[in-house]
């Protein structure tokens, strides 16, 4: 068993505080990421799990046992850095089978276990090569597939894929799951792109300004943001925010839409994403400033009065700029914030 749980966690440097009190249980075999904009705390959590940073205050514990006080190299955790640090001297075989030296395995296991990984992660032409000689992005794998070659039961990754082109960043999002699922670890996994996290999570921790916001599946976050923020960085386009006032209790117009909506509040936001909407005869107002075709769908933009307001519509629907539209919203979806940007259950 390699669950994590991490309790309390807090560090400052000097009188910044970049993590307050973080806590965080991992089940064994979960793959978790970690995702927040750049500065937020992501590196800085990995590196106190992986023994390389101290916390302030706060425990670590793997499988049960409290690894916060061991030295880093006894905490048998793997770790995939976001500046992929490999060694130029080495060829690429031996940055690989580094791990599996330390551990003193048989030449042959060595030999068998790095030609494996290599080949997941497309490096089987390269293994003579010295890694100071490769580009970004091949030693990234390199880095890559030498912490998968030891089997961990926990891998640590910071940003694995950043340093990839497109394409192969999407094939090895694929594969690094179906290769961390095979070998049942336990996986954290920094990112600040929501789409890979959406696409390799099994539970998200969305972290903002030191602190963990919201911890759910990918679905449920995408659907029940806690708050504005989580739903703003979430998806993509954002989601829109439309002020709304109650013209009476639990009545709320918006975009001069009647809907109905909360009891007891007198102004809320209301939430609603751009491909959750859609032209209709009545419902939103809005003005097509922008038309985007953007292949699967249309993005229509308003930016009337400053606030931005954006709907994904079907290719099929035809527009002209700068037309008034009615936006249908699917009233399933709507979700209603309060000013300060609190998520608020509709009761009614
Ligand atoms: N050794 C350090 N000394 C001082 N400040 C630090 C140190 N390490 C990190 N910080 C600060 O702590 C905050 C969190 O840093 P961290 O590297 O954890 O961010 P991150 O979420 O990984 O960002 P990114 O997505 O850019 O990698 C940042 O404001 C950073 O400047
Ligand atoms: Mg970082």
New binding site residues.
Partial sequence: MANIAIQNVTKSFGSYDALKGIGLAVADQEFLVLLGASGCG??TLLRIIAGLETADIGEVHVGGERIDQLQAKDRRLAMVF?NYAVFPHLTVFENIAFGLRMQKRPQEIVSAKVNQVARMVHLEALLDRYSGQLSGGQRQRVALARALAVEPRVMLM??PLSNLDALLRLEMRAELKSILAASKTTTIY?THDQVEAMSLADRIAVMHQGVIVQCDTPLEIYRNPVNTFVAGFIGNPPMNFIPAHAVQDGIFEARGLRLHGPLGYRELLLGIRPEDMQVGDAGFSCQADLIEPLGPNVLVTDVQDSAVFRAALSSTATLSKGQSIFLQPDLERVRWFTPEGQSVKSES
């Fill in positions: 992501k590196s976001q910071d940003e920094v």
